[in-house]
């Protein structure tokens, strides 16, 4: 009998087919040629699930069936909950008696025929990547035969499957080499180790690599870019080539593919699930934002994916009517609380979390959409808020927060902190930072942020603290430095000022002594790049704080 074909619905993902499991069955009463051979290793993993009373099935077949004997898994890497989870019924009543009549001419016993099973609707093993024209082959990481999402969709990164695997055999490859030259320089290293000439050379090397990247687009790159994008949109990523060097490119790729492998790891524990309660994008004023993290807004609005947030007052709807209805309506212009710092468009609301404890726990909700390691959302009652806004016709716009305890014991005078993400890397943030310094100042206390700190949150305090203390060394005229009249000073914990003046290499132990070097190298480049900057607004002013350390709680 001639092979049936397989049918328009019919999928290669390792769904049963059951015209294949019909076929099997044929093959079963009759010859083992070397066509059946051949159809029979063409058979998917899940049509393959024999019972153990079919013994004249051919070898090859059998070593597959006994190899397979584990539960179905879903495209999340779990087996289904229960039988409930799996259809054993065949979707075509007349295909079922076709094939029980040709068990019947074949002359196998129908009781012993095996169950044709197929994937239940709700695990939607037919799911494919929603990046369009994708068949969900391939990994951006190189190291899976399939994807679920743009994150591992090698067509939204306008690769290939194969440069993928390429790509991921030369990054394996250098982290080997890496990892031997690691290996051989610890075990000669000392605790304040010099650069060891190989990181030398490394260094110039890159420093060459980004000297020779073009200045800027040629006007045929410029078309093929405005037609990229005008052709895909956003359903695919802008062209990278040429924009930036070949070093800091190949680094970008790199984190894209840990991260896309790092999504991928949770996935397949269960952690992360195809449309799991996770707010994708909010709209926020006239900015539609992008989140990071999951926050623990009420089910029935983070199941939509999509946010609409007050800008003024941070109440939170489920579609832009309502947004749109509320604002027509909503009398807020700025955060409640008291105005404690004017100066041009930027003002700062203190804002007590006992006093105006909805709109404290809306900030708390909006600000773990950006944060990893914030854990605040409801209690905020014994917290202090800062507010930064800006100012226009139209009303103050929220620029970042920070919280602060109202009673510290340890005296920290951060507790979280927060810049908008269409306010960063615009200065905003370490005014914040400075801000927080200038309360301890008032306050008379010496003052540091709450433990662990977030990626760029480290990143940002380092920034300051450096720029804190290279300030107080050009301004130093004498020939002692005290790191304890630098605390002092600058309100900076003394373990702060340690770890920074270690990190610049100004701190060396001489003599049983621990000695401040007073680097002229760092302070000049630091005051060129201060020159180079010039004035702007983006700096506190102690003058314009009109504030009292609060008495009690």
Not at 197 to 206: G, I, L, M, S
Not at 326 to 336: E, F, N, R
Not at 468 to 486: A, D, H, P
Request: net charge positive.
């Amino acid at each position: 009998m001639p092979r049936r074909k397989r049918t328009a619905g019919s999928s290669s993902d390792g769904t049963a087919d059951s015209d294949d499991s019909a076929e099997l069955e044929k093959t079963d009463g009759g010859g083992h040629t070397d066509s059946t051979v051949r159809s029979s290793a063409r058979l998917t993993r899940a049509s393959v699930r024999l019972s153990q009373s079919s013994q004249d099935a051919p070898p090859d077949v059998r070593q597959v069936a006994e190899r397979d004997e584990s539960p179905p898994r879903t495209p999340t890497g779990n087996a289904p909950s229960s039988e409930s989870d799996i259809d054993i019924s065949s979707p075509n009543a007349s295909h079922d008696e076709g094939a029980a009549k040709d068990q019947k001419d074949s002359g196998s016993d129908p009781s012993h025929r095996p169950k044709r099973r197929r994937f239940h609707e709700s695990y939607n093993f037919n799911m494919k990547c929603p990046t369009p024209g994708c068949n969900s082959l391939g990994h951006l990481t190189g190291k899976h035969e399939r994807h679920f999402s743009i994150s591992g969709c090698p067509l939204y990164h306008n690769l290939s499957a194969d440069e993928c695997k390429v790509k991921a055999t030369e990054r394996d490859k250098q982290e080997d080499e890496r990892g031997q030259n690691q290996n051989e320089e610890n075990r000669h290293a000392t605790r304040h180790q010099a650069p060891t000439a190989r990181q030398v050379r490394y260094k110039e090397k890159v420093q060459e690599m980004r000297k020779r990247r073009d200045v800027g687009l040629t006007k045929e790159q410029k078309e093929k870019y405005m037609e990229h994008r005008q052709t895909h949109g956003t359903t695919r990523e802008p062209l990278l080539e040429n924009i930036t060097s070949e070093y800091d490119l190949e680094l970008f790729r790199k984190a894209q593919a840990r991260a896309s492998d790092d999504l991928e790891k949770l996935r397949m524990q269960g952690q992360i699930t195809e449309g799991s309660n996770m707010i994708k994008t909010i709209l926020f004023g006239r900015y539609e934002l992008d989140t990071w993290y999951h926050s623990p807004y009420p089910e029935e609005y983070a199941r939509l994916g999509r946010l609409y947030v007050c800008e003024f007052c941070l109440k939170y709807m489920k579609s832009q009517t309502i947004l749109r209805r509320h604002m027509a309506k909503c009398v807020w212009k700025h955060p409640p609380g008291d105005e404690v710092y004017r100066k041009g468009a930027i003002s700062i609301f203190e804002v007590d979390g006992k006093k105006n404890k909805i709109y404290c726990q809306n900030l708390c909700l909006l600000a773990k959409l950006f944060l990893d390691h914030k854990t605040l959302y409801y209690d905020v009652e014994p917290f202090l808020f800062y507010v930064m806004i800006e100012a226009d016709n139209t009303g103050c716009h929220l620029v970042g927060y920070f919280s602060k305890e109202k009673n510290s014991f340890l005296n920290y005078n951060v507790s979280c902190i927060l810049t908008m993400p269409q306010y960063m890397r615009q200065g905003y943030g370490k005014m914040l930072i400075d801000f927080s310094y200038l309360l301890s100042k008032v306050e008379e206390k010496v003052g540091s942020p709450e433990r662990p700190l977030s990626d760029l949150g480290l990143i940002s305090y380092r920034s300051y603290w450096k720029e804190v203390l290279l300030r107080y060394m050009y301004n130093f005229q004498g020939k002692e430095i005290s790191i304890k009249e630098i605390s002092q000073e600058t309100a900076v914990n003394p373990v702060d000022i340690v770890s920074t003046l270690q990190s610049l290499q100004m701190l060396k132990y001489w003599k049983g002594k621990h000695l401040v070097l007073k680097r002229q190298d760092l302070i000049d480049e630091w005051k060129a790049k201060e020159t180079k900057r010039g004035t702007n607004n983006k700096a506190i002013d102690p003058s314009s704080l009109k504030w009292t350390p609060p008495k009690g709680t």
